[in-house]
Structures are given as structure tokens and as C-alpha cells.
T-cell receptor, first 113, second 112 residues
Framework: DGGITQSPKYLFRKEGQNVTLSCEQN?????MYWYRQDPGQGLRLIYY???????QKGDIAEGYSVSREKKESFPLTVTSAQKNPTAFYLC????????????FGNGTRLTVT | EDKVVQSPLSLVVHEGDTVTLNCSYE??????LLWYKQEKKAPTFLFML????IEKKSGRLSSILDKKELFSILNITATQTGDSAIYLC????????????FGGGTRLMVKP
């Protein structure tokens, strides 16, 4: 089955450590996105990539970094510079065609103590 | 400003009730408005609205967009406990990509 796989589902880290969240898709989609969701809130865009080897900052990119070396993969690193990293992180993709809906992964819940 | 505002923030109803969820936005020039349902993990796509006044239906769910008044509503009739979820609306930006700006969501709880 085609889809988006995020791993791990749950991640626990100590403050000051960098952590990388994985996102892989086999949908052959060009565009990929990372969103952050806090309790009771909607989704906020961290980074997005419309094509391999290219990515842009979203609304809340500070303290995060990404890479897009392969079409299938768009890992997100949460650095120690991110002041409030505890959140639910969602990866999404779309084929890049006009008005195609985003497809989401099942998310990674990151807890930093 | 590029805000998408959803109301109410949360709603508790009983099975069989009809609910109306609201989504308002501020940008007049955009490509489409989308509704998603989020239970525990990944949001699942419900509707995409591009034209004003044309209702989209899927079973007990329906949605409509009013581009003049800058809002959309999502109706759920004869609610069931399985409708309990967070409902998200999102405005698609009017650029080459498919970026979305999401509202804060409405948390719906349907009691038996």
C-alpha cells in the first residue's frame, strides 16, 4: 500500500539533545511538508519541500532543520535551539498538482524533558 | 493577515444531533478551502471547496463555501459517536505550491 510512514511514533529526549524525526513516502509525491501540532491547536507549518534538494522555511522554522536528498524522504531535525520542542509532529505530501489534497502520516509525538 | 479561525473551539452533543462547524478566513484571493477530520493521528481529507455556493456532500457530512463573506461551514447530520474528532479547516495559498494555513480546529465529542 502506498502511504507516508513516520517513525518513531513516540520519542523521548533530554533537553539539549538534537533529535531527528523520519518521514518516508512511496506515493511518488514531489512535495513534502512538516507541521507541528500543539494540544488544542491547529497545524503550523515548519518546513516544506517542493522538489528534491530544495526546501523552504514555513511559519515556525526556528530551531528546526530539514534535508531532501531523496524524493521519498524528508527528515526533520529538532535542534537544541528549539525552545518548546514537545509537540505532535505531522509529515505530509502531495503530488504537486493543482489543488490536490495533502496526505498525512500518522505523526510522531516528541516529549522533551 | 493570513488567519483561519474556527468556531466553536469544542462542542459536545448527543448521538442524532446535527452540528455546524464554522471556519472563517481573512484572505480573499486563494485557491481552495479544505476540511479534514483528525481522530488520533493523521488528519483524513473530507472536502475541498473552490467555488462559492456549491455544496459538497458525503453521506451525513456536507460543506459549503461563501467567498463573499469569507467563511465555510461543515455540517454533520444524525451524529454518531464515530464522528468524535478534531475537525480542521485549511486555506490553500494562492501560489505555485499547495501550502495550507490551518485553523485551530473544532473538537467535537458525540455522546451516546
Amino acid at each position: 500500500d502506498g502511504g507516508i510512514t513516520q517513525s518513531p511514533k513516540y520519542l523521548f529526549r533530554k533537553e539539549g539533545q538534537n533529535v531527528t524525526l523520519s518521514c518516508e513516502q512511496n506515493l511518488n509525491h514531489d512535495a513534502m511538508y512538516w507541521y507541528r501540532q500543539d494540544p488544542g491547536q491547529g497545524l503550523r507549518l515548519i518546513y516544506y519541500s517542493q522538489i528534491v534538494n530544495d526546501f523552504q522555511k514555513g511559519d515556525i522554522a526556528e530551531g528546526y532543520s530539514v534535508s531532501r536528498e531523496k524524493k521519498e524522504s524528508f527528515p526533520l531535525t529538532v535542534t537544541s535551539a528549539q525552545k518548546n520542542p514537545t509537540a505532535f509532529y505531522l509529515c505530509a505530501s502531495d503530488p504537486g498538482q493543482d489543488n490536490s489534497p495533502l496526505h498525512f502520516g500518522n505523526g510522531t509525538r516528541l516529549t522533551v524533558t | 493577515e493570513d488567519k483561519v479561525v474556527q468556531s466553536p473551539l469544542s462542542l459536545v452533543v448527543h448521538e442524532g444531533d446535527t452540528v455546524t462547524l464554522n471556519c472563517s478566513y481573512e484572505v480573499t484571493n486563494f485557491r481552495s478551502l479544505l476540511w479534514y477530520k483528525q481522530e488520533k493521528k493523521a488528519p483524513t481529507f473530507l472536502f475541498m471547496l473552490t467555488s462559492s455556493g456549491i455544496e459538497k456532500k458525503s453521506g451525513r457530512l456536507s460543506s459549503i463555501l461563501d467567498k463573499k463573506e469569507l467563511f465555510s461551514i461543515l455540517n454533520i447530520t444524525a451524529t454518531q459517536t464515530g464522528d468524535s474528532a478534531i475537525y480542521l479547516c485549511a486555506r490553500r495559498h494562492n501560489n505555485a505550491g499547495n501550502m495550507l494555513t490551518f485553523g485551530g480546529g473544532t473538537r467535537l465529542m458525540v455522546k451516546p
